[in-house]
């Protein structure tokens, strides 16, 4: 028997660099890791060795070229990783994750490299270097400094102890969540306490509960956030009750999954790893290196959202009130556990729009070709063409070429829409291929979505959410479609994190726009328009609930500020009452509103990446407000327009200072009073 050469080893030969999937097997994959960490190791060597005085090219340049067969298995696997994890694809994620990390933090913490660059980044004043080579030298700098790179030895043996030991107890946040999410997950033995939900609701939960072995009777498990979307519609008031009590329970409950004890040990060692690397506190240690530059201005910004949001939630409150005491046959104080019930009746009185009834005007395909392509080719003039002859990675995903105005190929975008098993949840954009003029390489950049899929021969209808997230993660991929840099650490969406959701959020803006609007929801049978009052209600009702909306995500990035502003020594003994310090010291302390995210389930900051982050959303929503007033007051879809935007602001990726880049396209720094009218908060 002969064995096939590994794929990942070599350039794929094929347009774009494309992967090619239709060879690739997953034991293609961790061979491929490790002679990529190999070659790196040795490129990295021959930098280190090198007799010469460090200059950029001898350094910095070459660490940019080093690592590109370990770049084109990465992006190759974590695309598959993500999208299309079969058992065998998990098994060697475990076994690459923790070599991969081993493998990075051995760079950014390689002593004889970082002197080099620092040598570099000393002569940077006097060097003949492009702006983009400039901010290379900064940047590179400055992320092992701030890894630690400059530390002495022993310092060294402590943050790699503490990393360690951080790694581990976010493994075990993540095991004891999920633990105790499946054992908190609600079960109802009578329909009559599922009454309001959908008929394919209720067999959802009918199955859920069999896989269970619970025959006969219902299951409804938890998702990540405080909220569950079978509020919204459960009648029954006790059953409402103990679905938020379920959720809020998670993780503080004094059983062997308890997670308070484990985050309170995570925060006091980001302090005091953040105290080694010179920071006060790890949120002044993760801010100083994201456009917002310290924890303060996180904080003025919070605190300003805040006070209003809380005003206007109270508001709601009251008017949900009113509603209740006016519509049920015996009247109740209003409860968390009511607010989403109350909302949805509220808002079918109040504006007639029922959210469900407008899937027939979403089709997919249309929504795609005629909406989201259609956007990109009045701003950018883009064409797209479908190339069926390309291998992808699941049948589901398709490859599209993109063009430029002229017909210059620019790179090409997958869309794998559909939900399914092996495909970890919610939406994203990812790079297959990064651009970079360096290593001469063209983007191919995918969207992922969980849209359910319709039974064979039957139309893929959207809800208005799947539409705004189609629109958003093409946002995302016109990022990395639209890169002009030449180092790969620049590309698309490599930008500060408290950036990167601000061009994908501003192509939201396209969703409701009217000619977008008309030409992309039809009625799938009779190729009606939405109908005009329809689209006006649904214009009126765009601050709607934003108070709580507001609130309930305000209330989170607060918390998340508060447990990351630990001083070294200080500690976090009553999780409960510390929150609740934090909460009434910002005003989100209402008990009918609560945190989308209590501390014992805040995934994204103990076991995912947004650990003092999580207030990025909001942060980048000023730059999209603004800029969509920009858009409006400038005539709106226009090339000229769209062209502006690509060039000041998509094709710099990550090789300028993002504000900088704002300010070079919108004529002056972001302003807030956008943000704070589309959220209903200047009233
Ligand atoms: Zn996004």
Do not use: C
């Not at 033995?189 to 309001?196: F, R, T, Y």
């Not at 009918?206 to 979307?229: D, I, K, N, Q, V």
């Not at 995570?266 to 506190?281: P, V, Y």
């Amino acid at each position: 028997m002969t064995l096939a050469p590994n794929p990942l080893l070599s350039p794929s030969g094929l347009p774009y660099a494309v992967p090619d999937y239709a060879a690739i097997r997953p034991e293609h994959y961790v061979p491929a890791f490790h002679a990529g960490f190999e070659e790196q190791r040795a490129e990295i060597r021959a930098i280190t060795d090198n007799p010469s005085t460090p200059t950029f090219a001898n350094t910095v340049e070459a660490l940019e070229r080093s690592g590109e067969l370990l770049d084109r298995a990465a992006h190759a696997f974590y695309t598959v990783s993500s999208a299309d994890a079969t058992a065998q694809i998990q098994e060697v994620d475990e076994q690459l994750a923790p070599l991969m990390a081993a493998h990075q933090d051995a760079i950014l913490l390689d002593g004889a490299l970082y002197a080099r660059v620092a040598h570099v980044h000393a002569q940077l004043e006097d060097a003949d270097l492009s702006p983009e080579q400039r901010r290379l030298v900064e940047r590179r700098h400055r992320e092992m400094t701030l890894a630690g790179a400059a530390l002495d030895d022993e310092a060294k043996a402590r943050l790699t102890a503490l990393n360690q030991r951080l790694s581990t107890l976010s493994t075990v946040f993540e095991k004891n969540l999920l633990a105790d999410t499946n054992d908190l997950a609600v079960i109802v033995d009578d329909p009559a306490q599922l009454d309001g939900l959908s008929a394919g609701e209720l067999s959802a939960a009918a199955r859920a509960a069999s896989e269970r072995g619970l025959e006969g009777r219902y299951l409804l498990t938890l998702p990540l956030f405080t909220g569950h979307p079978a509020l919204a519609s459960l009648r029954d008031r006790d059953t409402r009750r103990r679905v938020l009590q379920a959720s809020r329970a998670r993780g503080a409950r004094g059983n062997a999954h308890d997670n308070r004890a484990v985050l309170a040990e995570i925060a006091a060692l980001r302090a005091e790893r953040a105290a080694l690397l010179g920071a006060q506190t790890h949120a002044a240690a993760v801010t100083a290196d994201e456009t917002a530059g310290s924890p303060e201005r996180v904080e003025a910004l919070l605190r300003e959202l805040a006070a209003p949001a809380a005003r206007n939630a109270a508001a709601e409150r009251d008017a949900r009130q009113r509603f209740v005491d006016a519509t049920e046959p015996i009247p109740y104080t209003l409860e968390a556990h009511d607010w989403a019930y109350v909302t949805e009746r509220l808002r079918t009185a109040e504006h007639d729009i029922d959210t469900a009834a407008l899937r027939p005007w979403f089709e997919a395909e249309r929504v795609l070709r005629d909406g989201v392509f259609a956007a990109a080719g009045r701003l950018y003039g883009l064409t797209f063409a479908e190339r069926p002859d390309l291998p992808s990675y699941h049948p589901d995903a398709r490859t599209f070429e993109v063009f430029e105005e002229d017909g210059t190929p620019l790179g090409l975008y997958v869309l794998d829409l559909y939900t399914r098993d092996s495909k970890r949840g919610g939406a994203w954009m990812n790079p297959i291929v990064s651009q970079s003029a360096l290593r001469g390489t063209r983007p191919v950049v995918a969207n992922n979505l969980n849209v359910a899929k319709p039974a064979d021969g039957e139309p893929t209808l959207l809800t208005l959410d799947e539409v705004t997230t189609l629109f958003h993660e093409f946002g995302h991929a016109l990022h990395g479609l639209f890169s002009d840099v030449t180092y790969p650490h620049f590309s698309g969406t490599n930008v500060f994190r408290d950036f990167v959701e601000f061009p994908s959020q501003v192509n939201e803006m396209w969703i409701l726009w009217p000619e977008i609007l008309g030409s992309y929801a039809r009625h799938h049978e009779t190729g009606e328009p939405l109908p005009d009052d329809l689209v006006e209600r649904l214009r009126a009702t765009e601050t709607f609930d934003q108070g709580f909306a507001t609130s309930e995500y305000l209330a989170a990035a607060w918390l998340d500020q508060a447990l990351h502003g630990l001083r070294p020594g200080e500690t976090i003994d009553d999780v409960a009452a510390f929150e609740a310090r934090a909460l009434a010291d910002i005003g989100l302390d209402s008990s009918v509103v609560p945190t989308r995210y209590s501390s014992a389930y805040f995934a994204h900051v103990f076991s995912g990446g947004y650990s003092a982050g999580y207030y990025s959303y909001i942060w980048s929503e000023v730059l999209d407000a603004d800029t969509v007033e920009w858009f409006r007051e400038n005539g709106g879809l226009t090339r000229e327009n769209g062209e502006r935007f690509r060039r000041r602001l998509l094709a710099v990726g990550g090789a300028k200072d993002p504000l900088e880049a704002y300010r070079d396209f919108r004529g002056r720094d972001a302003d807030i009073a956008p943000l704070l009218t589309r959220r209903g908060l200047d009233a």
